[in-house]
Structures are given as structure tokens and as C-alpha cells.
């Protein structure tokens, strides 16, 4: 079962501490207030009203006329105080009285920080996902921070920008062979021609630094959209399978070896249309594509991949709650293999197997579940440690019901094997009885690798 993330960065408990000072401040005012003491040699004080008059008062009376006008002054000295001290608690923790001097561990740090760089689309954490070239993804971080940068609502750091750029340019121009000779023979032709591309094409680098001179954050938007899409064409060229060895006991499950592109055509269980596309007419039918990602998850993704081939799930129909779109699970567990969990944690180089990854910690995958439309297995009923045969699910993540560092609660829990590229409107539109009409790989079947007869 999930960890609520939210729970080891803000619990109750540390709320009590912070509220537990308020007491404190109380009666330290109070101590220092009755401790004042009074002259006895004067029973009365001259005091000056509001409207500039005088009159002798009580002693007595005076002070209690003080205390009621500090009352209210103390309190809101208390509440300022308090509040301040909880965030600077939250942002840089403090010692408390009484307690113990300890300080957040960078994990926590990423879950709360508005800096995390966790991907927010498929189409990012597609990019990210595949191994290349380490100068082209030395490219591709570059640039990927500049939409970041972009995120900024007034005083854009143009400057940033464009030292960026000029840092990626250096680099596609100083290791041009390196990044050549890693593309396959039979593509050198067209890694050349995206090279041109990247480099001084209508959307390459040089066209990207002019829009930055221009101060134009739209144009810079969109130049750097289609240098990013240009970098991944060309990474894909020089990733064209594994860049690990599976492990001996998994070598006769089907694995997919790169990238496959699966489409699903869905229509409405009670014979109503989905909505019209732009200016169109209602549809009867809704088409779905998913990038089913085998780099960072082959057996998942092999399994799935097989199961559209196998037309498993042709006629089946949807299940849907408010966090995801499931696949029915009665299918039976003759249909698929019962894959290990399959994760692949950032900055590794294969994948772990039935293990969870521990976010609080600092552990993050590849591929998270934080984005919407990422396609997940389903856990296997008989254990965690599996994923289910056959059974997947189209995750709706919405910000509103994640975690701190806006993770899901279930991020590094399921595995993880693509996203929804096209179609993503639709999936708030499908209920439950709608129907997969047909499910079938469009694009990398060839990639598929099927286990050996024996």
C-alpha cells in the first residue's frame, strides 16, 4: 500500500510541535507583565486621555486600563510570531525548545520544492526516457531547463536563456562525430539530415538563439518545442534497442525492445457520441494512441504489446473511477504472463524487479505515474510483488489529490510502461461499459520479441 507522501513532510505530530510554542509564548508574556512592579510611593498618575485632556487616575485602574490595551496587541504579536515561525520551519528547519535539532533530508526537500523537475507530460518523460547519446542528452538538459525558465511570469532571465543555448550549440558543433558515429549505419542519411535540422534548421538552435535576442517568449516557446521534438527523433535513431541485459529467469517473456505505438478505438457502452473535435461533427468513435515505452519497462511493455497482437483486448470493456480507466480484470490469468514488477528508477541504467521504489527517499522513476494518461499495469491480486496478466489502466492524475511535490500518493508503486500522446481529451470523457472496439500496434511491432517456441 501507498505511503500518503504528505505524511513525512507535514504530519500531525509536527504540527503540534509548531503549535505547542503558542503556550509558551503566553506565559512568558504573562511572567513578564506580573513581574512589572508598581512604586508604592504613588497611589495616582497623572494620564493624558485621547482628546489631549488630563486626569489623575488609580494606580490600579491604570494598569488594568494598560493590560486590556496589551491584551489584544500581545495576541497578534503571538499569532505573527507563530506563523512566521512554521515557515521558516517548512523552508529551513529550526530547533525548537525541547526538541531535537534535526534537519530535512533532501528527499523530503524534492517532495515540497517548487524546483522539482519531475516530468508533467508523457511527451517529457518519453524524451527523457531514452538512452542516447550522452552529448546529445547534455543537449537536451540544456534546453529543457530553458522551459522552466519560460515558467517565470514577468522578468524573464533572457541572459540564462540564451547561455543555454549557446552551451548546446557548442556542443552539437565540437562533437558532431560523436554524435554521428552513435547512429546505425543503415540511418546515418537521416541522423545526418536531423543533425542539419537541430543544428540550422527553420526550428534548430540558431533560429531558437534569435528569438531569445528578440525577447519573444511565444516564439522561443514554440522554436523550442520543435528543437526538443528534433532531439528526440534523432535520439531515437541512436537507441535502436536494450542498453542492458535482462535478467536470465525473465529471457522467454516477451519483451519489447525500443518503442511501439498502440491505438485503441473505443466507443460509448449506451450508444451516445463523444464530443466533436475541433469544429467538427459528434464522434461514434474516439481514437486513442499510446507510446509504449521498452526502454525503460521491456517485459511490461513486451507483455502488453503481445496482448494487443493477440487481439485480447478487442470488445473488452472500461471501467472507470475518478483516479483511473481500467481495462476489465476478467479476462483470466491464461491471458498474458505474470510479469514481475518493473521499475526503473531515475538516473539507473536497468530496471529494478519487484521492488518498490521509495520516494521518500529520493527515489523516483523514469517513468512516473504523476503525469495524466500514463498507462500502468494493474497489481496482480495474489501479490504486489507481480503485475497483472492482462489488466491496465489509464491513470487521470489531478494535481488537487496528490502529495507534497505534487506526487501521487502511489508514485513508484505500479509499473509504469507508456502514455497517452493522442487523445488525451477524451479519456474524462469515457464511463464505465465503454468498449474497446479494437486495440492494435500501429508503429515498432517489429520490436517485439517473442519467446522461443520449446
Known sequence: MAVPLSASTFS???????????????????????????SPKFSRILAKKDNGSTELVTVNNY????????EPQRKQFESAFTAIVIFLQLISPLPLPGHQSWFVPSAEAVLYSPETKIPRTGELALRRAIPANTNMKAIQDSLEDISYLLRIPQRKPYGTMEGNVKKALKIAVDKKESILSSTPADLREKGDALYASLTDGEGGLNKLLNSIKDKDADKISVGLSTTLDTIAQLELLQA????????????????????????????????????????????????????VDGYSAPLTAGNFAKLVVDGVYDGMKLNCTDQAILSDGAVGKDKGYITPLEIMPSGQFEPLYKTTLSVQDGELPVLPLSVYGSVVMAHNPDSEEYSSPNQFFFYLYDKRNAGLGGLSFDEGQFSVFGYTTKGKETLSELKTGDVIRSAKVIEGQDRLVLPKES
Open 240 to 291: 535502436p534497442g536494450l542498453s542492458f541485459l535482462l535478467p536470465q529467469q525473465y529471457s522467454n517473456y516477451p519483451r519489447l525492445a525500443g518503442r511501439a505505438v498502440v491505438e485503441f478505438a473505443i466507443e460509448k457502452g449506451d450508444g451516445s457520441t463523444f464530443s466533436p473535435e475541433a469544429a467538427g461533427q459528434p464522434r461514434n468513435t474516439a481514437i486513442i494512441q499510446v507510446v
Open 63 to 70: 494598569c488594568s486600563k494598560l493590560k486590556a490595551w496589551m
Open 12 to 38: 500531525p505530530n509536527s504540527l503540534s510541535l509548531h503549535r505547542s510554542s503558542t503556550p509558551q509564548l503566553t506565559s512568558l508574556f504573562t511572567t513578564r507583565f506580573s513581574r512589572r512592579q508598581i
